[in-house]
């Protein structure tokens, strides 16, 4: 069907199938509902362990994006996420949910270590491949939650109560007049009057019985579904943050850069090329079976971040010279990155924007910064600024201070 994706985990759509069948099979068998609940969650737990295995088969041990996600308070952050609560309809069961400015704002906070230096990620605690595997597992964890909460629904709008063979009344026959005349008609109890009552007691007992069942069913698929579409957020987040560690990983490289050029580089640098490979790289494997709404999401605010690792990079190096041709390279930088991350998520930024016109400060006088400073106080902020005083004061040889 149309909520089917092309590609799925053969497993997944046994295991659905499966459940399928029970839920139908419990139709028939309304007395034993509770035993076939049983059945369903035992098979759902064992399939759900299934999956979590293979999710962490995945994972190479030194991983660091699994480190950030172990991380609860983090981990509460990325849950509340608008754009992840959108893709999976869970805004409805958090008590918040966060737009993507302030998600980056505390993803900042978390990645100090990174965008400082104390820490520069090794090829072993990033992820190189199973991006195919991951993705698929996505896609079909979330398939089967919305499959199970479907076939829970189809199944809640069943009648599991027993109902009677037909009224009871009309079949009982009316006692016939007798000769004991001294019996009072008033006095007298009809037993149709008593099989009618315990009737009526037996019915609604059944009927209390079935919505006692039918709100169990309800709550019990209910619970495995989230349990399912929680593995695949999971999932989802893993490839998010993923690719954001390869961006701080590739990004690492300019601390160590020379921008003190004599010449003009008509091309960005190699570290520039490999982190626009490894991103077309890694967008070919997960788009061939993510949905593109979950592609999108894995990317989206990349512009910001690549952005960010870039200025903050700045005051690491001021203690170098950095020429007009350097630069130059650093523009050339963004520029390469820009057009690269505009044919993945297929939209423009206004961070490059911002990120080339702050390196351009570099060629200014202190005269001219000083009035774009004034001018445009909340531009950048003043550790951003006291870099670029930093570089004109290494670049002339001057004390900024006692200037």
């Known amino acids: 069907g149309e909520d089917t994706p092309d590609v799925l985990v053969h497993s997944a759509i046994r295991f659905s199938a499966l459940v399928n069948g029970l839920m139908k099979d419990m139709m028939s068998l309304p007395h034993s509902v509770s035993d076939y609940i049983r059945v369903v969650e035992l098979a759902c737990s064992r399939y759900l362990q299934h999956c979590e295995e293979k999710f962490k088969q995945q994972l190479p041990a030194k991983l660091y994006s699994a480190q950030v996600l172990a991380d609860q308070s983090?981990?509460?952050?990325?849950?509340?996420?608008?754009?992840?609560?959108?893709?999976?309809?869970?805004?409805?069961?958090?008590?918040?949910?966060?737009?993507?400015?302030?998600?980056?704002?505390?993803?900042?906070?978390?990645?100090?270590?990174?965008?400082?230096?104390?820490?520069?990620?090794?090829?072993?605690?990033?992820?190189?491949?199973?991006?195919?595997?991951?993705?698929?597992?996505c896609e079909s964890l979330h398939w089967v939650s919305r499959s199970i909460r479907k076939t829970s629904s189809g199944a809640l709008k069943g009648d599991f109560s027993v109902k009677s063979g037909g009224d009871v009344m009309g079949m009982v026959e009316r006692p016939q007049a007798t000769k004991r005349s001294f019996i009072s008609r008033r006095h007298y109890r009809s037993p149709t009057s008593s099989v009618s009552?315990?009737?009526?007691?037996?019915?609604?007992?059944?009927?209390?019985?079935?919505?006692?069942?039918?709100?169990?069913?309800?709550?019990?698929?209910?619970?495995?579904?989230?349990?399912?579409?929680?593995?695949?957020?999971?999932?989802?987040?893993?490839?998010?943050?993923?690719?954001?560690?390869?961006?701080?990983?590739?990004?690492?490289?300019?601390?160590?850069?020379?921008?003190?050029?004599?010449?003009?580089?008509?091309?960005?640098?190699?570290?520039?090329?490999?982190?626009?490979?490894?991103?077309?790289?890694?967008?070919?494997?997960?788009?061939?079976?993510?949905?593109?709404?979950?592609?999108?999401?894995?990317?989206?605010?990349?512009?910001?971040?690549?952005?960010?690792?870039?200025?903050?990079?700045?005051?690491?190096?001021?203690?170098?010279?950095?020429?007009r041709f350097g630069v130059m390279q650093i523009t050339r930088n963004l520029y390469a990155l820009q057009q690269n991350l505009t044919n993945i998520v297929m939209s423009s930024s206004t961070h490059f924007d911002k990120a080339r016109k702050y390196f351009e400060l570099i060629d200014k006088s202190l005269e001219d910064l000083e009035q774009f400073r004034a001018e445009n106080p909340n531009e950048y902020t003043s550790t951003e600024y006291k870099a670029i005083t930093d570089v004109y004061a290494t670049n002339n040889n001057v004390d900024i201070k006692t200037r």
């Open 74 to 137: 983090f981990l509460g952050v990325c849950q509340a996420d608008i754009r992840a609560q959108r893709l999976f309809d869970t805004g409805g069961q958090n008590k918040k949910s966060v737009d993507p400015s302030r998600i980056f704002a505390t993803e900042s906070q978390h990645f100090y270590i990174l965008y400082m230096h104390h820490l520069e990620l090794a090829r072993d605690q990033l992820l190189w491949d199973s991006w195919d595997t991951l993705s698929l597992l």
């Open 197 to 323: 009552l315990q009737n009526k007691k037996k019915s609604l007992f059944q009927r209390l019985n079935a919505d006692a069942k039918k709100g169990m069913l309800e709550t019990k698929t209910h619970n495995i579904a989230d349990q399912y579409r929680d593995l695949a957020l999971r999932n989802l987040f893993t490839m998010r943050i993923e690719v954001e560690m390869h961006c701080f990983f590739h990004l690492s490289e300019m601390a160590h850069s020379e921008y003190a050029l004599k010449d003009e580089s008509l091309e960005p640098e190699e570290f520039v090329v490999e982190l626009n490979r490894d991103l077309t790289t890694i967008e070919d494997h997960i788009s061939t079976y993510l949905h593109p709404d979950k592609v999108r999401y894995v990317f989206d605010g990349l512009d910001q971040l690549v952005c960010s690792i870039i200025v903050r990079t700045l005051p690491l190096i001021t203690h170098r010279r950095i020429t």
